[in-house]
């Protein structure tokens, strides 16, 4: 469960990190990015471990928050699971169609963006 929400934050700090304060930035991108523990950020920035882990409490929150409103992961995943399908179904059933490969080539390059 833990390796999920790690996923989980990671990609939510992808969507949402730009809203957040440059301290809940910081934080996460230690935490979450470079794996440091409570006790390295707290001693990175001269804070007690308690302050470290209520400020990516907060901050995890936040950016739940953000998802609930605004969906943008959420669409991303939907994006994307029906660009493979659409991919698969392709290949299966117009597998010589050159022209067909090339417009889902360029779908597929959008998404990724």
Not at 40 to 47: D, K, L, N, S, T
Not at 49 to 55: I, T
């Amino acid at each position: 469960m833990e390796l999920a929400q790690n996923a989980r934050m990671n990609s939510l700090f992808e969507f949402y990190g730009a809203l957040l304060t440059a301290k809940q930035h910081s934080y996460l991108s230690l935490y979450y990015g470079d794996d440091f523990s409570l006790g390295e950020i707290a001693e990175e920035y001269q804070v007690s471990r308690q302050a470290v882990y209520d400020n990516i409490r907060r901050t995890e929150k936040i950016l739940e928050g953000y998802e609930a409103k605004l969906h943008l992961f959420q669409n991303y995943e939907q994006q994307n699971a029906s660009a493979d399908a659409l991919q698969k179904y392709i290949h299966a059933q117009y597998p010589n169609d050159q022209q067909l490969a090339k417009l889902l080539a360029d779908l597929l390059n959008l998404t990724e963006q």
